[in-house]
């Protein structure tokens, strides 16, 4: 009633990871496997429409009477974008312009991959080589949740996060739409991180821009793990922790084909394997102005 997953099985699967992190089938609840991306099904309208639904629905051979149901109460699930306590302005899904619509934006390369595959360190190269400037989306939020450690809002992101789940669509394109507008001047801009999945693509393309390079670096998945459990030693991150890898790990198997898809399809996408020792890649991207070419190790 709430998913038509594309992989059935790989959602079962999804399923019973999350039970196994819940603690087994005794701390299911009803609604455990409701996320917040939940469609609301239409309204029935009145009792006829509820007698006309079981008539089609139930074979005439049933042998016990009809019966009027109510609705199921609501999903008391916290929302973040919806708790009017917690929504800073109605910029979260406020319009307005990034770049300044006279002059020509600067070049955009979005830099994907799992978590551990190298964005960071590919992102810095590239900004690096061609004096663009750069954006990591992972560290925007953090140094935000650092500043703003008090606020309910940002503290609930804190935790989010840490479990390995998405940060708020808005809120991160938000932040995003402000440091882009810091930095209006640069030649190019390199954002590594975003988006993860292609809801996150749409709203990318509607509220800012259509990229002109997106590099996606591809790694086992084996390996993926192997570096966050290493970087964990070594940094200390809070979403770093092995609940929080697994469910990244997760989300990142689930989101990442489709998101690969969606920019093939567009034409834009170039793909870097990142589990090799070296790799030379010549990177090309097209734009109004001429062209970037660079090379990723």
Not at 77 to 96: H, K, P
Not at 122 to 128: D, G, M, N
């Amino acid at each position: 009633m709430c998913y038509r997953p594309d992989d059935p099985v790989d959602y079962l699967e999804n399923c019973l990871q999350k039970v196994r992190e819940l603690g087994g089938a005794e701390k299911v609840k009803w609604d455990t496997f409701v996320g917040p991306d939940k469609r609301n099904l239409p309204l029935l309208n009145g009792g006829q429409a509820r007698r006309s639904f079981f008539r089609n629905v139930l074979p005439e051979s049933c042998n016990f009477p009809y019966r009027r149901y109510d609705r199921l109460p609501p999903i008391h699930q916290f929302s973040i974008e919806s708790d009017t306590d917690l929504s800073e302005t109605a910029e979260l899904i406020e319009e307005y312009e990034v770049f300044d619509p006279s002059r020509p934006h600067p070049k955009i390369i979005l830099v994907i991959g799992g978590p551990g595959s190298g964005k960071g360190t590919q992102s810095l190269k590239i900004a690096e080589r061609y004096g663009f400037e750069y954006i990591s989306v992972g560290e925007l939020l953090r140094k935000k949740i650092h500043n703003t450690s008090s606020n309910r809002k940002w503290s609930l992101i804190a935790k989010i996060i840490t479990t390995g789940e998405l940060a708020p669509q808005e809120t991160t394109i938000t932040e995003i739409k402000q440091k882009l507008m810091q930095i209006p001047d640069s030649e190019g801009i390199v954002i590594d991180g975003f988006p993860r999945d292609v809801a996150q693509a749409l709203s990318f393309e509607d509220q800012i821009c259509t990229p002109d390079l997106v590099v996606f670096l591809a790694c086992a998945n084996h390996k993926l793990k192997e570096r966050l459990l290493k970087r964990a030693e070594q940094q200390g991150r809070p979403d770093d922790n092995l609940k929080a890898i697994q469910r990244r790990l997760m989300n990142f198997k689930q989101n990442a084909v489709p998101l690969v898809n969606y920019f093939q399809e567009k034409g834009l996408i170039i793909t870097v394997r990142s589990d090799l020792h070296r790799q030379r890649v010549k990177v090309q991207c097209q734009h109004q102005e001429g062209v970037v070419s660079t090379s990723v190790m």
